[in-house]
């Protein structure tokens, strides 16, 4: 079945480590997207990219780092710079044309 | 692009219909209302989106006004599995980058 895989489900780490959070789909899709949510709130981009090699910055891009070297693949790394990394985080795609974004079932990390 | 009002939450009779609306007053003529919901601890889920008229598929209806200010997505017999967060969204089509996610309409589905 064409989906998107996120992974891990579940990340525990320790303050001042990186981590990267891995985002793979096989449904042929062209963008692909990381979101960040809170609890309680709604979805903020933290990173975007339409092509392959190519990607953009969102509203909230500040201590993170993405590469999109295949079209299926868009991992988040999570540095240590960003201040307030505990969060759930959702990766999503689509093709061109209409806004039907297709999610994962996201990742939670958690830093302790 | 346009932004949207929605209620923060509402309550719905187990088996009744939901409908929840969405103001979009400053809505543009090229510009489509999406509708996602998102299930606790879940990546959201595409439902609908329309321009002008009326669309219904499996999952809802959405009914949009004439004057394209407000719409309304109906759920016709919601279940308890209805209950979630559903996001309404105004966005022009094959715009390639972002779509924001704003607070939404928590619904809850009682027995």
């Known amino acids: 079945d064409g989906g998107i895989t996120q992974s891990p489900k579940y990340l525990f780490r320790k303050e001042g480590q990186n981590v990267t959070l891995s985002c793979e789909q096989n449904?042929?899709?062209?963008?692909m997207y990381w979101y960040r949510q809170d609890p309680g709130q709604g979805l903020r981009l933290i990173y975007y990219?339409?092509?392959?090699?190519?990607?953009q910055k969102g509203d909230i891009a500040e201590g993170y780092s993405v590469s999109r070297e295949k079209k299926e693949s868009f991992p988040l790394t999570v540095t240590s710079a960003q201040k307030n990394p505990t969060a759930f985080y959702l990766c999503?795609?689509?093709?061109?044309?209409?806004?039907?974004?297709?999610f994962g079932a996201g990742s939670r990390l958690t830093v302790l | 692009d346009a932004k949207t009002t929605q209620p923060p939450s509402m309550d719905c009779a187990e088996g009744r219909a939901a409908n929840l609306p969405c103001n979009h007053s400053?809505?543009?003529?090229?510009?489509?209302v999406y509708w996602y919901r998102q299930i606790h601890s879940q990546g959201p889920q595409y439902i609908i989106h329309?321009?002008?008229n009326n669309e219904t598929n499996e999952m809802a209806s959405l009914i949009i006004t004439e004057d394209r200010k407000s719409s309304t997505l109906i759920l016709p017999h919601a279940t308890l599995r209805d209950t979630a967060v559903y996001y309404c969204?105004?966005?022009?089509?094959?715009?390639?980058?972002?779509?924001?996610f704003g607070g939404g309409t928590r619904l809850m589905v009682k027995p």
């Open positions: 969204i105004v966005r022009v089509n094959n715009a390639g980058n972002m779509l924001t």
């Open positions: 999503a795609s689509k093709n061109s044309g209409a806004n039907v974004l297709t």
């Open positions: 400053t809505i543009s003529g090229n510009e489509y």
């Open positions: 449904l042929n899709h062209d963008a």
């Open positions: 329309g321009l002008k």
């Open positions: 990219s339409q092509i392959v090699n190519d990607f």
